[in-house]
C-alpha cells in the first residue's frame, strides 16, 4: 500500500504574522512534505504572506469551524490527498518527522479517522485541559479516545466524505466534539499520539470575549444534535452543575446562562442522535458521552 498523501490547512485572521511564518517554516522543513498547503485567511487579504502555498482569502470571518471547511472542501475536491492536517496560525512543528509519522499510522490502519498531537508549551508543559480523556494526570499516555484538540490534528479524507465536515454553525467551541462523536458513530477510530507535538503559547479559551456564551450554547446544540433523548437532560445537568462550579465571575456566569438558553431555543442544524452501540463504545473507552 502506498502512504497516505498529506494535506494542511491553516487558518489565520492576519493578526499573528510571525507566529505564522514560524508555523509555515516548519511545516516546509517536514521531512515528508506535504502535497499541499492551503492558508486560509479569514476576513484578511493574505497579501502579505509570501509564501509558496495555496492562498484562499476570505471576504468575511465564517468563524473557526467555518474557514476551515473552505480549506477541507479544497482539499477534498482536489483529489490530491488522502489525510489533512490542521494547525493552529500561532502553533510550531518542532520536530521534522511529524507528516511522515501521520503516515505510517494511517496506512497502518485503515479505520483510524482523526489523530490528535499533543500540545505543549515552550517549556513542554501539556496542560489538562489539553489530554483528551478524563484521566488526563499523564499526557504521555497514548491511545484510542472518544475526543481530539482542535489546535493539531490530522483527519482521514475518507472518514470526511463519509460524515462530513466541520459544524461551521458553532463558530467557537466543541466543534470537535460533534466531529468526534459523528466519526465514532460510524466506527472510525480517534487516537490520541503524544509523540507528535504541536508548541503552542500557554492560553486560557477564556480569553475570548464570546467564550463563556458559545460555550454553554454549543454544548446544548451539540446534545439536541447528537445525544439519544435519555442523555440530553443527563448531560446537560452535569455541565450546569460544573458551570456553576468552575466560573468565578458574574460576568461570565450570566453570559453563560444568555447562552445555555440560546441553545435551547435557537435552531441547532439537523438532529442525528448517535447510537446506544456508540454511547457503549464511548464508555468502555472511559468516557460516556454525559461529560
Not at 468575511?60 to 489533512?84: I, K, T, Y
Amino acid at each position: 500500500m502506498s502512504l497516505p498523501r498529506i494535506g494542511v490547512v491553516i487558518v489565520t485572521m492576519g493578526n499573528r504574522p510571525r507566529e505564522l511564518d514560524a508555523l509555515i517554516a516548519s511545516v516546509d522543513k517536514q521531512d515528508m512534505p506535504a502535497v499541499r498547503v492551503v492558508l486560509v485567511g479569514s476576513a484578511t487579504p493574505l497579501t502579505d504572506v509570501p509564501h509558496d502555498v495555496t492562498k484562499i482569502p476570505l471576504e468575511e470571518n465564517p468563524g473557526c469551524p467555518g474557514a476551515r471547511n473552505v480549506g477541507l472542501q479544497f482539499l477534498c475536491e482536489s483529489g490530491e490527498v488522502d489525510v489533512v492536517i490542521e494547525l493552529d496560525d500561532d502553533g510550531l512543528l518542532i520536530a521534522d518527522d511529524v507528516f511522515r509519522k501521520v503516515q505510517q499510522l494511517y496506512m497502518a490502519d485503515p479505520s483510524l479517522g482523526i489523530v490528535s498531537f499533543r500540545i505543549a508549551d515552550e517549556h513542554g508543559e501539556t496542560q489538562r485541559r489539553h489530554v483528551p480523556r478524563l484521566r488526563a494526570d499523564d499526557p504521555m499516555l497514548r491511545g484510542l479516545v472518544t475526543a481530539f484538540l482542535g489546535g493539531g490534528h490530522a483527519l482521514s479524507v475518507p472518514m470526511l466524505k463519509e460524515i462530513g465536515i466541520w459544524a461551521a454553525e458553532f463558530r467557537f467551541g466543541h466543534e470537535e466534539t460533534d466531529l468526534a462523536w459523528r466519526a465514532l458513530d460510524a466506527d472510525w477510530k480517534i487516537l490520541y499520539e503524544p509523540e507528535l507535538v504541536l508548541q503552542h503559547p500557554k492560553t486560557s479559551p477564556a480569553r475570548h470575549a464570546v467564550y463563556y456564551r458559545f460555550t454553554a450554547r454549543n454544548r446544548v446544540w451539540l446534545a439536541r444534535r447528537r445525544l439519544p433523548l435519555p442523555l440530553i437532560p443527563v448531560y446537560l445537568g452535569v455541565w450546569i452543575l460544573l458551570a456553576v462550579a468552575r466560573i468565578r465571575s458574574v460576568a461570565g456566569l450570566k453570559a453563560w446562562c444568555g447562552g445555555f438558553v440560546e441553545g435551547l431555543r435557537a435552531p441547532c442544524g439537523p438532529r442525528k442522535p448517535m447510537k446506544w452501540r456508540t454511547v457503549w463504545r464511548m464508555t468502555r473507552l472511559g468516557r460516556p458521552p454525559v461529560i
